[in-house]
């Protein structure tokens, strides 16, 4: 098991940033992927950024080029950048860890873009 804990969120306006940070209760480096999701409201959770145990990174159309995913495995800890806010970018962000066949989820964290 694992439990996830995110840190980060927040309001900003149109254009900034944010840093979201997923703090993880284990090692990671045994982790097959984790990544970040994310849910507006009224709408399904999506695939924001994923990265697995090897490093390989994979992006929604919609933040190629703005978010970057990144992990400090001796922090056992899951970053989120995100630049170039746009108010679409609105949503509670989770932190998804993928271990032996299970998910595990974090309790989501606000991001509010304002126009």
């Known amino acids: 098991q694992v439990q996830l804990v995110e840190s980060g969120g927040g309001l900003v306006q149109a254009g900034g940033s944010l840093r979201l940070s997923c703090a993880a209760s284990?090692?990671?480096?045994?982790?097959?992927?984790m990544g970040w999701y994310r849910q507006a409201p009224g709408k399904q959770r999506e695939l924001v950024a994923r990265?697995?145990?090897?490093?390989?990174?994979n992006y929604a159309d919609s933040v190629k080029g703005r978010f970057t995913i990144s992990r400090d495995i001796a922090e056992n800890t899951v970053y989120l950048q995100m630049n170039s806010l746009k108010p679409e970018d609105t949503a509670v962000y989770y932190c998804?860890?993928?271990?032996?066949?299970?998910?595990?989820w974090g309790q989501g964290t606000q991001v509010t873009v304002s126009s």
């Open positions: 998804n860890a993928e271990l032996l066949g299970k998910d595990y």
């Open positions: 990265i697995t145990l090897r490093a390989s990174t």
């Open positions: 284990r090692s990671i480096f045994s982790v097959n992927a």
